[in-house]
């Protein structure tokens, strides 16, 4: 197991204060209504750079000897890693180099070099940006920051465990998001000496499932798009696994539509910014309730770097889930007048109209008719149908469509 004891993490807080946020955890009522557990949340996304990167930054870079921070140091990050070494480094006056892959969105290319740091674009994945960065790192003589596979790194990621049971002492479990494994081998080592019978749930996103594999002897594949990219890891740490292994209870793996419905509750019921990863925990709890009932429940919101864009679409695509935006297709008579009377009853019926689009050049609608596509706002799933029927009601041919165009039933 990792070289690194619970006393190293204690200093580690001594080594953080007035340099790391000491964030909050707060018990959440409408969370906790939601899913059937007691949920205390430690909000992570608070920190400078938004995420829990900055302890094990901080607390790295701060380890370094005068002639390493004249080196310079390199880091291989898509995202909050990258952040937060930049951000640190720029503090403690470090020159700092970070290799991120060629497909990272610019916001977060931006952000980086935003604290004065080199980013070097290569590859296509974390692999290859960390192939990269291991060469730039020999040939400049720089120090290289590992983004979780680094003791130091270990020790600063799990001050959050100490801060979460001081705050709540008396919570059955934590559940908390992995990638390569930093934090959850840090929060472990942390709780394992403050709370020995504490339950500790690992998370991960169902397309990179690398810790579950280890620990169930799988071979489930690694890879795609995922709405939680800060663990979108396909090989656990070296030294964070042994941990693991020893102090974790077991991993979940969460589904895409999972995490989509643990952002937007953070978002809806919390008012709290969570980026797909800081979400995971919550979407575990989603996905499997009955095993977290009655529980109290500690979640991390690890970071809350998530596109607007992105956000955005998760909460309209929520609002259809729950079937509070719904699209109609209508079949009309092209004439004067029909749009408006059509509009006048969805008002009269409370459905507020979001967009419209009217189409005649089509084969399937007939030469002296139009096809019109609503998409209207409700109440709930009981107003819908409400709407559907009282259309149908005043004569028109009335079905619903999800929003890639097919015919849902009704």
């Known amino acids: 197991m990792a070289n690194i004891t619970a006393s190293d993490i204690a200093a580690a807080t001594k080594t953080l204060q007035g340099h790391v946020l000491r964030t909050p955890t707060l018990y959440a009522p409408r969370l906790s209504a939601l899913t059937g557990a007691e949920i205390f949340v430690k909000y992570e996304n608070m920190q400078a750079t938004g995420s829990f990167k900055d302890r094990g930054a901080y607390l790295k870079l701060a380890s370094l000897s005068e002639a390493e921070k004249k080196r310079g140091v390199i880091a291989m ?13 720029e503090r403690l006056g470090i020159a700092s180099t970070i290799v991120m892959p060629e497909t990272t969105p610019f916001v977060k290319v931006a952000a980086t070099e935003a604290h004065s740091a080199r980013v070097v674009l290569f590859g296509e994945s974390i692999a290859e940006s960390a192939t990269r960065a291991h060469a730039i790192a020999e040939q400049e003589r720089l120090v290289f920051v590992h983004p979780f596979d680094d003791p130091k790194i270990i020790a600063g990621q799990g001050t959050v465990a100490l801060e979460m049971l001081a705050d709540a002492p008396d919570l059955d ?21 403050m709370r020995p019978k504490i339950e500790i749930f690992g998370v991960e996103s169902a397309l ?78 989603l996905a499997e309730p009955a095993r977290f009932r009655g529980k109290r429940v500690g979640l ?17 695509r929520e609002l259809e889930r729950a079937e509070r935006i719904v699209n109609f297709r209508i079949a009309i008579q092209d004439r004067p007048g029909t749009l408006g009377i059509i509009a006048t009853l969805l008002g009269e019926l409370g459905a507020n109209i979001l967009e419209v689009d009217h189409r005649r050049l089509f084969l399937d609608v007939p030469a002296k008719g139009a096809r019109l596509d609503v998409t209207v706002e409700v109440r709930d799933k009981k107003h819908a149908e409400e709407v559907q029927t009282k259309l149908r009601g005043a004569g028109y041919a009335v079905e619903r469509i999800d929003t890639g165009g097919g015919f849902k039933s009704t």
């Open 208 to 285: 990179y499932p690398s810790l579950w594999n280890k620990l169930h002897n799988g071979n489930r594949p690694c890879g795609g798009p995922t709405l939680a990219d800060g663990i979108a890891v396909k090989e656990v740490g070296a030294l964070t696994l042994p941990v693991i292994r020893e102090l974790v209870a077991d991993v979940f793996t969460v589904e895409e539509a999972d995490l989509e419905r643990a952002v937007n509750a953070f978002l809806t019921l919390q008012t709290t910014l969570a980026e797909g990863a800081g979400a995971a925990g919550l979407a575990a709890m």
């Open 173 to 193: 479990l934590l559940v908390v998001p992995v990638g390569g494994g930093g934090l959850i081998a840090g929060i472990s080592l942390a709780a394992e000496a």
């Open 77 to 89: 990050s898509a995202g909050n890693h990258a952040q937060a070494v930049a951000y640190h480094a």
């Open 300 to 316: 991390v919101v690890t970071g809350g770097n998530i596109d607007p864009r992105v956000a955005a679409s998760i909460m309209v």
